[in-house]
């Protein structure tokens, strides 16, 4: 029997050598141990730098491993599950709220974040930065979008700036009708990575959340996880939907 094309394709040498850095982390260093250098690893393994960072960016991706400024790489310890099923239908801020507002601005919102909103591009809306916290660490930085048909009786100053607690009062006087969430991969932005204690273009997940009450979208939320130490669950919600 003729073998198939797949079958026929080797595994890249990165890969091999994943698996190969995988098992030595499992056997010949602790969690929190910072790995050597790439000059040195290369070395040890006998491959060139370039295949090297390519097996180390997959462990990165896959949590084995973190990359951390002024201290180099180190071994990852568990991933931390966090819950961001739908089934608890709540405002942002309500009861108890795993996120810490930072502050609130006044912007515009991106195209994407615009459309969710059906919102004029460029048009103002309430910015509120917020930080989830776990075990005292930064796991995810959200940055929730509030149009001002959504706050309408808020009291800004002359700027029209309000308060990120004001904004999340105010949004709570609507009927929420429901969430809905989608899930995909992504790289840290430059304002995400410092607030999570990252390396820009690190892999991150990004969870996009909308509010919807009154027939339309209220309030999008769009939240940058940690792909190293966060493992997203997702209990039995049946509305979150992975990005294409």
Not at 75 to 81: D, E, H, K, L, S
Request: aromatic share 4%; charged share 25%; glycine share 8%.
């Amino acid at each position: 029997m003729g073998t198939t094309q797949l079958e026929a394709v080797q595994e890249p040498k990165y890969q091999h050598l994943k698996t190969v850095i995988g098992e030595a982390l499992d056997s010949d260093f602790a969690v929190g141990e910072i790995l050597p250098n790439e000059r040195e690893l290369a070395a040890r393994f006998g491959v060139a730098r370039a295949t090297l960072r390519q097996a180390l960016e997959q462990l990165e991706l896959e949590g084995r491993l973190q990359r951390r400024r002024g201290v180099g790489t180190t071994v990852a310890p568990p991933r931390v599950g966090v819950d961001v099923s739908t089934t608890q239908q709540a405002w942002p801020g309500v009861g108890d709220d795993a996120w810490q507002a930072q502050d609130s601005v006044l912007g515009t919102a991106p195209a994407a974040v615009a459309r969710l909103l059906e919102t004029p591009a460029g048009e103002s809306v309430h910015v509120v930065r917020r930080v989830r916290l776990s075990q005292g660490q930064a796991v995810a930085a959200e940055l929730l979008y509030v149009p001002a048909a959504s706050v309408a009786g808020l009291t800004a100053d002359a700027d029209g700036a309000a308060s990120a607690p004001a904004v999340l009062r105010e949004l709570q006087h609507l009927a929420l009708d429901g969430q809905d969430r989608s899930v995909e991969l992504g790289s840290a932005r430059a304002d995400d990575a410092k607030e999570l204690d990252r390396l820009p273009g690190s892999p991150v997940l990004v969870v996009t959340t909308r509010y919807l009450s009154g027939g339309r979208t209220a309030a999008v939320s769009v939240a940058t996880y940690r792909a190293d130490t966060c493992r997203l669950t997702f209990g039995d919600s049946a509305d979150l939907a992975m990005a294409s």
